[in-house]
C-alpha cells in the first residue's frame, strides 16, 4: 500500500489502458449517476462486478488488488456493522441481541443493542454504491495518464484552477502513502509499535503522533509546490497542448451511454411519480414492472 | 508473508461477495429438491405417509409476530393433470415446479401483488391476479412462463394511486369448458372510518375474451373475495363480508347464487347476524358442489351450511357460537367450507376477544382450530382438533390437507406443520411439522402429492423462527 507504483497510473497495452480518457470520464460520469438512480440491489451489485471485471481486464496487479479489496471491504463491512447497529426504519428483525435491555444502567439507558436483519441488507446495498464509484475511480486513476486527463478536463472547459487542484490532489495521493510508511518507518527504528495495543486511548494518541509528521511533511511540500507554480506563471492564460482526436467509435459508444443514462432518469422519475401517488402512465406497465425488479 | 496476506484478502473478498450475491440473488426457487426424495423421507412425517420431495426457499419476506392480523401468504396449486404445482409468493414471484421439485421457469410480477392463482382447466396456463393500478388477471403459458393475455379491471373498479387504493383480481375459478370466472375487488377506507367496496364479477373465454360482467352495468358495492363455480358453468356462488354495513344498499344478503351467464340472480341468502356480531360475514366461501346441487358454507360466526341447487336450506349447524366467558365475549372464527365428494368439511381457527382480537381471553374456544365433517344429509361425522389456526384447507375425496400456523392464545410454535388427515373419518393420517406456521396448503387432484408453505415468525422473546419456504411431499397410503 505504501508503495508509490501501486498509487500511479504505469502505462498499459489492455484494452482500458487504450480507451481514450474521455471515454473513461464519461464513464465514470455515467457510474456516477447510476449508483445515484438505482435502487435495486441485484442491479448495483451487477455494476460493482463490472467494474471489478474491468480491473481484471486492465490486469491489475495483485499489490493494486489487494488495495482495492481492502478498501472495498472496509467499506461494506463498515457500512453493515454500523447500519445492522443503528437501523431505525420499520420493519426491522432482530437477529441477535448484543446488549439485552435488562443490563443495569448501559441497557436501560440504550434499550438494548441489536443487529438488526434489514440494517445487514440496507447497508450492503449502500455499500455498493460506494464500492462501485471507489472501483471506478481507482480503475481510472491507476489506468490514465493525469497530463491527459488535465487536457481532458481543460478540453471540457473545466478551470484551469480546479482540474489543476483536481490532478495534483490525484498525483499526490501516492506520496501521502509513501509519506506515511516513511513516518511509520521512522517511528519504529525509534522503538515505537503503533498498533501494539488496541485500547481506544493508545489508538487516538497513535493516530496523532503519525498524523502530525504527515500533516507537517504534506504542508511543506504544498508550500513548495506553490512557489514552483507560481514561479512558472500559474493560470497565465498561454497555449496549452490539446487533446488528440476522440476516436469516432468510443465518441458514438459514449454518446449511447449518455442517452441510455437519460432514458434511465426519465423512467426513475416517471416511476417516482407513480410511487409517490402523483401520476400512472397505465401505457407504461411493462416498465414499471421491469423497473421494479432493476431499477 | 505478502503473499498470504493478498491470499487471505482477496480469499474473504470472494466469501463477502458470494455471500452479498447469494443474499441479493438468492430468491424463490434457489434451493436444490432433496436428492432421490429419500434421505428426508423418514423423517418429513411421523408416520410415513408424508414423504418429503422438495424443500425450496421462496426467497426473503418481512418477519410478522403475534400481534398482527393479517399474515405472510403463499398461493399454491397443482396442475389439474398432476404433472406440475404452481407457487406464488409475498413478493410476486410466480414459481412452476415438477413433482420432483425441480424449477421449470420463474416469473417476477413486478409492480403488482399477487392475489390469486388458479390454473386452466386443461392445465396447459396458469392464471395470476394481481392487486395494482391496473389489477390485472395474467394469463401465463404454463410451457414457459410466457404471457398470452391480460385483462385489467381498473375500468370498473377504479383507482386511487394517491391513497393507493388498488383494484385486484382476488378470486379466480374455471369450468369444465374452460371459461375463466374472476373476482375484481377494491375498497376505499376514508379517514373517518368509512369503508367503500367495490367488486366485480368476470368471465372470459380462454383465449381471454371478456365474455360478460356481473353486475352489468356497476359495480358490488360488497366485499366479495370468493367465487365458486360448478362445472358446466351454470350456477355462480359468492359470499359478503362486510366490516361496515354503512354504505351497502344493493347487495345486503349474505350469500348470492348468478346464473352462469352473468346475467341476474338465481337466489340469495340474508342470514341475521349472531349476537354479538352486527354483520353476517361470509370471506372463504361459498363453494358449490361441481354438480351444481349443494352450496356450503361456514359464516365467521361459526354458522355453516348445506344449501341445495335451488336454493333450499338442507341444514344450518352452529359450530362455534360467540361465548361469554369472565365477562369477556370470545368466538373462534369459521374460516373453510367445503365439498369433499359426499361430505361437506368445516375449518373454525383461532379464538379471539370480541372487543379487540389482540387483548387475551380467559380461555381457548371449545370449538376452536378444529375441523368437522358432516355427511349432506348433515350428520355428524367427526371432529379434528388441531393446535393452530389452520391457514388453508385443500380437499381431495379421501385426503385433506391442512396449513397450521399462529395459535394466537397459546403461542405455541410446535402445533406449526402441514396435516393429513382421511377423508370422511377425520383421522390423523401424518404431519409434518414445520418450525415457522405453514401459511398455504394444496393437494393433488389424485391425493398422491401434498404442498405446504412455511413462513417466518418472530417470537414475543424476539426469536425468529422459520424460513419463507415450499415443502412438496410424497403421500405415500
Keep these: ?295 | 508473508m505478502k503473499k498470504v496476506y493478498t491470499a487471505a484478502i482477496i480469499l474473504i473478498f470472494i466469501v463477502t461477495l458470494g455471500l452479498l450475491g447469494w443474499h441479493i440473488f438468492g430468491d424463490a426457487g434457489t434451493a436444490l429438491p432433496v436428492i432421490g426424495g429419500k434421505s428426508k423421507a423418514q423423517t418429513a412425517g411421523k408416520t410415513g405417509v408424508l414423504r418429503e420431495v422438495a424443500a425450496i426457499t421462496l426467497g426473503k419476506v418481512e418477519v410478522y409476530n403475534y400481534q398482527r392480523m393479517g399474515f405472510t401468504r403463499g398461493f399454491l396449486q397443482f396442475s389439474p393433470d398432476g404433472q406440475t404445482l404452481a407457487v406464488g409468493t409475498e413478493n410476486g414471484e410466480i414459481l412452476l415446479l415438477d413433482m420432483e421439485g425441480r424449477v421449470l421457469w420463474q416469473k417476477k410480477l413486478g409492480l403488482g401483488k399477487l392475489t390469486a392463482l388458479q390454473f386452466t382447466t386443461d392445465s396447459q396456463a396458469l392464471l395470476i391476479g394481481e392487486s395494482s393500478p391496473d389489477g390485472f388477471l395474467v394469463c401465463l403459458d404454463r410451457k414457459d412462463g410466457r404471457e398470452l393475455w391480460r385483462q385489467s379491471s381498473v375500468g370498473e373498479l377504479g383507482v386511487n394511486i394517491k391513497d393507493k387504493t388498488f383494484p385486484g383480481i382476488v378470486a379466480i375459478r374455471t369450468d369444465e369448458a374452460g371459461r375463466i370466472y374472476a373476482v375484481g375487488q377494491r375498497y376505499i377506507r376514508y379517514p373517518d372510518g368509512r369503508y367503500d367496496y367495490r367488486g366485480r364479477i368476470y368471465k372470459f373465454d380462454p383465449s381471454g375474451q371478456r365474455l360478460g360482467m356481473f353486475p352489468g352495468d356497476h359495480n358490488l358495492d360488497a366485499w366479495v373475495s370468493w367465487i365458486s363455480v360448478d362445472d358446466k358453468g351454470e350456477k355462480l356462488t359468492f359470499g359478503t363480508a362486510n366490516w361496515d354495513m354503512g354504505g351497502i344498499s344493493r347487495y345486503t344478503d349474505s350469500l348470492y347464487c348468478i346464473d352462469g351467464q352473468l346475467q341476474g340472480v338465481l337466489w340469495s341468502k340474508l342470514l341475521s347476524p349472531v349476537p354479538p356480531f352486527q354483520n353476517t360475514t361470509l370471506r372463504s366461501g361459498p363453494e358449490i358442489s361441481p354438480d351444481g346441487r349443494y352450496v356450503t358454507g361456514i359464516f365467521s360466526d361459526g354458522r355453516c351450511f348445506l344449501y341445495d341447487g335451488q336454493g333450499q336450506e338442507l341444514w344450518l349447524r352452529a359450530l362455534s357460537s360467540p361465548q361469554k366467558i369472565a365477562n369477556v365475549e370470545l368466538n373462534a372464527v369459521g374460516t373453510y367450507g367445503q365439498m369433499a365428494g359426499e361430505y361437506a368439511v368445516f375449518s373454525v381457527s383461532n379464538t379471539y376477544n370480541r372487543a379487540n382480537w389482540q387483548l387475551p381471553t380467559p380461555v381457548e374456544h371449545p370449538s376452536s382450530n378444529s375441523i368437522f365433517v358432516f355427511d349432506r344429509q348433515g350428520q355428524f361425522i367427526n371432529r379434528y382438533k388441531l393446535g393452530g389456526m389452520i391457514e388453508e384447507m385443500a380437499t381431495q375425496e379421501q385426503t385433506l390437507v391442512l396449513a397450521v400456523g399462529r395459535n394466537v392464545r397459546t403461542k405455541n410454535p410446535a402445533v406449526h406443520g402441514l396435516y393429513v388427515l382421511s377423508l370422511p373419518d377425520a383421522l390423523l393420517l401424518d404431519d409434518a411439522a414445520t418450525a415457522g406456521p405453514c401459511v398455504g396448503a394444496a393437494v393433488s387432484r389424485d391425493g398422491t402429492y401434498a404442498a405446504g408453505v412455511e413462513a417466518p415468525i418472530q417470537l414475543d422473546n424476539g426469536e425468529v423462527i422459520g424460513e419463507y419456504k415450499l415443502r412438496l411431499y410424497q403421500i405415500v397410503r
Design chain 1, 1 to 295: 500500500m505504501y508503495n508509490k507504483n501501486v498509487w500511479e497510473a504505469v502505462p498499459g497495452d489492455t484494452w482500458v489502458h487504450q480507451l481514450d480518457v474521455r471515454t473513461k470520464l464519461a464513464a465514470l460520469v455515467c457510474c456516477a449517476v447510476l449508483v445515484v438512480l438505482l435502487d435495486s440491489p441485484r442491479t448495483l451489485y451487477l455494476l460493482f462486478c463490472t467494474t471489478l471485471v474491468l480491473h481484471g481486464i486492465a490486469r491489475a496487479s495483485w499489490a493494486r488488488w489487494r488495495v482495492l479489496l481492502l478498501f472495498v471491504m472496509l467499506g461494506i463491512w463498515g457500512s453493515m456493522i454500523s447500519q445492522a447497529l443503528f437501523y431505525g426504519q420499520e420493519p426491522r428483525t432482530v437477529v441477535a441481541c448484543l446488549l439485552s435491555p435488562a443490563v443495569p444502567l448501559i441497557g436501560t439507558l440504550t434499550g438494548g443493542v441489536y443487529i438488526y436483519r434489514e440494517g445487514l441488507e440496507y447497508g450492503a446495498v449502500q455499500a455498493l454504491r460506494s464500492a462501485s464509484m471507489l472501483s471506478m475511480g481507482l480503475l481510472i486513476s491507476w489506468t490514465s495518464d493525469p497530463r491527459q486527463l488535465l487536457r481532458s478536463f481543460l478540453a471540457w472547459k473545466m478551470p484551469y484552477e480546479l482540474a489543476f487542484m483536481l490532478i495534483t490532489g490525484l498525483r499526490f495521493l501516492p506520496v501521502i502513502f509513501q509519506e506515511t510508511a516513511v513516518v511509520l518507518t521512522a517511528q519504529r527504528l525509534r522503538g515505537f509499535e503503533p498498533l501494539r495495543s488496541l485500547a481506544p486511548r493508545r489508538l487516538i494518541q497513535t493516530a496523532f503522533q503519525t498524523l502530525f509528521p504527515i500533516l507537517a511533511r504534506t504542508l511543506r511540500r504544498a508550500v513548495t509546490l506553490a512557489f514552483s507554480v507560481e514561479s512558472r506563471g500559474f493560470g497565465r492564460a498561454v497555449h496549452r497542448l490539446g487533446l488528440g482526436r476522440w476516436p469516432q467509435g468510443q465518441w458514438f459508444g459514449c454518446v449511447l451511454l449518455l442517452l441510455v443514462l437519460l432514458s434511465l432518469m426519465v423512467l426513475k422519475v416517471i416511476d417516482a411519480l407513480q410511487f409517490n401517488g402523483i401520476r400512472y402512465f397505465p401505457e407504461l406497465r411493462r416498465f414499471y414492472d421491469l423497473m421494479k425488479v432493476w431499477m
